[in-house]
């Protein structure tokens, strides 16, 4: 069974930083591509970044770009996002996602996990 688990979430100010992480089981974690998706209040899905089996190319979307860093420890089965220079629109649940497609707006992914809150108000 197909399990990830993320952590690390919380409140932060703006300007601030916070790493989250998502520990996976279940499968090969290491022949897969994940990623981090976000949902902000009463919003769908949105993709943030994706990284490739190795760890050796990484995506974002334009909103995060140059702020936020995904990475992964594959000896670990842990997936990272390094969160900087936050933003008070950067507020959402996050999500470790496998299998994740984007069809226009619409996102979606084969499994996520529960999610961890980050928020960013003063």
């Known amino acids: 069974e197909v399990q990830l688990v993320e952590s690390g979430g919380g409140l932060v100010q703006p300007g601030g930083s916070l790493r989250i992480s998502c520990e996976a089981s279940?499968?090969?974690?290491?022949?897969?591509?994940m990623s981090w998706v976000r949902q902000a209040p009463g919003k769908g899905f949105e993709w943030v970044s994706t990284?490739?089996?190795?760890?050796?190319?990484?995506w974002y979307a334009d909103s995060v770009k140059g702020r936020f860093t995904i990475s992964r420890d594959n000896s670990k089965n842990t997936l990272y996002l390094q969160l900087s220079n936050l933003k008070p629109e950067d507020t959402a649940m996050y999500y470790c996602?496998?299998?994740?497609?984007?069809?226009?707006?619409?996102?979606?992914?084969?499994?996520r996990g529960q999610g961890t809150q980050v928020t960013v108000s003063l």
């Open positions: 996602a496998k299998d994740v497609q984007k069809l226009g707006t619409v996102v979606t992914a084969s499994h």
């Open positions: 279940g499968f090969m974690f290491d022949m897969f591509a």
């Open positions: 990284i490739n089996r190795r760890g050796s190319n990484s």
